[in-house]
């Protein structure tokens, strides 16, 4: 079921572009249309993804906007993509700062799905493609793989806390069970990457590179999808590695990241610090950082940095690492 309920456009108007912004969750899709402000909501289910492509097609929306929620938007991107529109998943980060700069400081379905619609018109965002089913696999896996991680972290810092011995045998037990999970979403993550020879093709490059592993190759596979597609520049500000002026007059502050892919990026920093041991050119860019006076966080994001630019790099000219350049 759905509710449309929109506004006619004043004559002359109709050729205006209409820009569309859905909020989204896991029963509805709330949807809103730029500029004649006309909203209505869908089901998050095939029938109400349908109606809802039926009615962008027919507004021949300029771009659809929606944030990236897990997985509950997967199904509505894909349809929307497939018939031809244009849209953009954009950081909800992004969406609420905007929504603070109109001054919509409260927060309702109807309020972000005309937020969207606006952040659409006046940024434009960059389309997105939907990732391919085995990427919405290694995504998912991904993600279960990191909770099960937190989970035995937890457990870990349980156990060593308990008293009794009856407590400490059942947390126990959840380590070892945590283990085995782990296991076998890494069995996983490596049949789902063979089986695709792009994707098992990047995570190769990826490997190649001292200090990548299979976890840091599939993280960065899933969080930086931009990667062998993008400059140096812009690779490193959406890793969060990129440093940031915080100039005003005749003020020069001191220049900091900010912002960027967390999962990225911390995946990146063990890299890192292992690429320091074992990555020849890489130690020797962070020792000779260290030995010029420069601490320990600033050498190692540094080095991050140049790590994340290097394997943007093979990726682009499709080659693997090696110790001499090519």
């Known amino acids: 079921m759905s509710r449309i309920r929109g506004k006619a456009q004043p004559k002359g108007c109709q050729s205006a572009a209409?820009?569309?912004?859905i909020d989204v969750?896991?029963?509805w899709l709330d949807v809103f249309l730029h500029p004649d402000g006309g909203r209505f909501r869908v089901t998050n289910d095939a029938t109400g993804i349908d109606l809802?492509?039926?009615q962008c097609l027919k507004l021949s929306a300029e771009l659809v906007v929606m944030e990236a929620t897990g997985?509950?938007?997967?199904?509505?991107?894909?349809?929307?993509?497939?018939?031809?529109?244009p849209v953009a998943v954009v950081n909800p980060y992004r969406s609420r700062r905007f929504a603070d700069v109109l001054g919509r400081l409260a927060k309702t379905d109807r309020i972000d799905a005309e937020?969207?619609?606006r952040f659409g018109a006046t940024m434009r965002p960059a389309i997105s493609d939907p990732p391919t089913r085995i990427m919405a696999q290694i995504a998912e896996a991904t993600v279960a793989r990191r909770q099960v991680v937190e989970a035995r972290i937890a457990l870990e810092q349980q156990h060593s806390e308990s008293a009794l011995a009856?407590?400490?045998?059942?947390?126990?037990?959840?380590?070892?069970?945590?283990?085995?999970?782990?296991?076998?979403?890494?069995?996983?993550?490596?049949?789902?990457?063979?089986?695709?020879?792009?994707?098992?093709?990047?995570?190769?490059?990826l490997t190649s590179v001292p200090g990548i592993g299979p976890v840091t190759a599939t993280t960065l596979l899933v969080e930086m999808r931009e990667l062998g597609a993008a400059n140096a520049a812009e690779i490193a500000a959406l890793a969060g590695l990129a440093p940031m002026n915080?100039?005003?007059?005749?003020?020069?502050?001191?220049?900091?990241?900010r912002g960027g892919r967390t999962a990225a990026r911390n995946v990146l920093y063990m890299a890192a610090t292992v690429a320091i041991r074992w990555n020849r050119d890489l130690a020797a860019f962070y020792n000779r950082l260290r030995e010029s006076g420069k601490p320990f966080k600033i050498a190692i994001t540094a080095t991050m940095r140049k790590l994340i630019v290097l394997v943007n790099t093979l990726l682009t000219e499709d080659r693997m690492w090696s110790l001499t350049p090519p």
């Not at 209409?18 to 912004?21: D, L, T």
């Not at 005749?250 to 220049?255: C, D, I, L």
């Open 18 to 21: 209409v820009f569309i912004g």
């Open 25 to 27: 969750c896991k029963g």
């Open 52 to 54: 809802l492509r039926k």
């Open 71 to 85: 997985r509950y938007h997967r199904a509505a991107h894909a349809c929307l993509h497939e018939a031809g529109l």
């Open 115 to 117: 937020t969207l619609a």
């Open 166 to 205: 009856a407590i400490r045998a059942q947390i126990a037990e959840r380590i070892e069970m945590c283990r085995r999970h782990l296991e076998e979403l890494d069995g996983m993550l490596l049949d789902l990457v063979k089986s695709e020879p792009m994707t098992s093709r990047r995570f190769e490059i």
């Open 246 to 257: 915080r100039d005003s007059g005749q003020f020069r502050g001191r220049k900091m990241i």
